[in-house]
């Protein structure tokens, strides 16, 4: 039987495939014992206490949220410790915040919705083993 043919992969291609390869290594395995968030993921929760603190100043509440939160919250949502459900439900509540952000919608709005994304990162960052303080009033 002959050998079928081997597939080349270009260089740049390559190169490319490397990060993604060191994302999805981690894919299914079992959550480490005692493994804990890094500090940057916690600044999620804190990020948002920010946004919440920054209303009814809806610029300023979305500049914290995009400058402090936003990339961790995608970095939380995607830890494969947590459940599916509630990595959809951070994402989901996340979508509906930067809705709101794009749709100017009032500041009592934007507070409802902040603040059901902060209970969402926090059951996340809790289902991960992680304390998160309330935010300062």
């Known amino acids: 039987m002959p050998t079928p043919p081997r597939l080349k992969l270009h260089p ?3 190169l490319l495939a490397l990060p993604l390869a060191a994302l999805v290594g981690g894919c ?4 480490t014992p005692g493994a804990t968030v890094s500090h940057g993921v916690l600044q999620a929760s804190a990020g948002l206490c920010q946004a919440l603190g920054d ?3 809806t610029r300023a509440a979305s500049r914290t949220f995009t400058n402090v939160a936003h990339a961790q919250l995608h970095v939380l949502a995607a830890d494969q ?3 599916r459900s509630l990595q959809a439900s951070v994402l989901q509540t996340m ?3 930067e809705a709101d952000f794009s749709q100017g919608v009032g ?3 934007l507070y409802g919705d902040l603040d059901a994304l902060k ?3 926090d059951q996340a960052l809790q289902a991960l083993g992680e304390e998160v303080p309330a935010c300062d009033s």
């Open 12 to 14: 740049a291609l390559a």
């Open 28 to 31: 299914g395995s079992p959550p």
């Open 55 to 57: 209303l009814p100043d």
């Open 81 to 83: 410790r947590l459940d």
């Open 95 to 97: 979508q509906q915040v």
């Open 107 to 109: 500041a009592g709005v």
């Open 119 to 121: 209970t969402r990162t």
